[in-house]
């Protein structure tokens, strides 16, 4: 069963400090990794996907990737009370359609 | 215009009755998902679709039938509905395998 892995939290920051999120994978054969953001009551809207292994910026967001350890993070820089969410770690396999969610961490920026 | 659109919002219903989702899409997108959020939050796909075709049938009841009239439709029908059965559902759609654009989500509740 191949299975992503994400701390439930919640994780609590203070504004204006970076947010760290963590994912794992079981699937070593995983080749893309999206990072969703779900407010309470909506539907996860895609954040940033990576597919090489690395660092990938984009605003305030940075994704990084290490796939000889099978893990994924995202690092939200100057968090805002608005990046307030869950955020969803998601991974798809090579040549599959399918994505395979984590459970989600609830992350609170307090003002 | 709305992306990926579903209807209904709400579906409250009693246990045994037959309801049905509807899901379309206005993206040109080949591909279209059913996902269930249960009320951990746990996302997990359910049906995937490629123009009409059937490619992803995860394991789920045979009460639950999904059918493509066209590749911008996905609706999804419940027989027998039952107390379990209450979540959130998203219908999403993609490109190529790219990003999945999640619907707004039917909340579904059975009494």
């Not at chain 1, 967001?61 to 307030?84: E, H, W």
């Not at chain 2, 579906?11 to 049905?20: A, E, R, Y």
């Amino acid at each position: 069963q191949k299975e992503v892995e994400q701390n439930s939290g919640p994780l609590s920051v203070p504004e204006g400090a970076i947010a760290s999120l963590n994912c794992t994978y079981s699937d070593r054969g995983s080749q893309s990794f999206f990072w969703y953001r779900q407010y309470s009551g909506k539907s996860p809207e895609l954040i940033m996907f990576i597919y090489s292994n690395g660092d990938k910026e984009d605003g305030r967001f940075t994704a990084q990737l290490n796939k000889a350890s099978q893990y994924v993070s995202l690092l939200i820089r100057d968090s805002q009370p608005s990046d307030s969410a869950t955020y969803l770690c998601a991974v798809r396999g090579g040549g599959s359609e399918k994505l395979v969610f984590g459970k989600g961490t609830k992350l609170t920026v307090n003002p | 215009d709305t992306a990926v659109s579903q209807t209904p919002k709400y579906l409250v219903t009693q246990m045994g009755n037959d309801k049905s989702i509807k899901c379309e899409q206005n993206l040109g997108h080949d591909t279209m998902y059913w996902y269930k959020q249960d009320s951990k939050k746990f996302l997990k796909i359910m049906f995937s679709y490629n123009n009409k075709e059937l490619i992803i049938n995860e394991t789920v009841p045979n009460r639950f039938s999904p059918k493509s009239p066209d590749k911008a439709h996905l609706n999804l029908h419940i027989n027998s509905l039952e107390l379990g059965d209450s979540a959130v559902y998203f219908c999403a759609s993609s490109q190529d395998s790219q990003t999945q654009y999640f619907g707004p989500g039917t909340r579904l509740l059975v009494l």
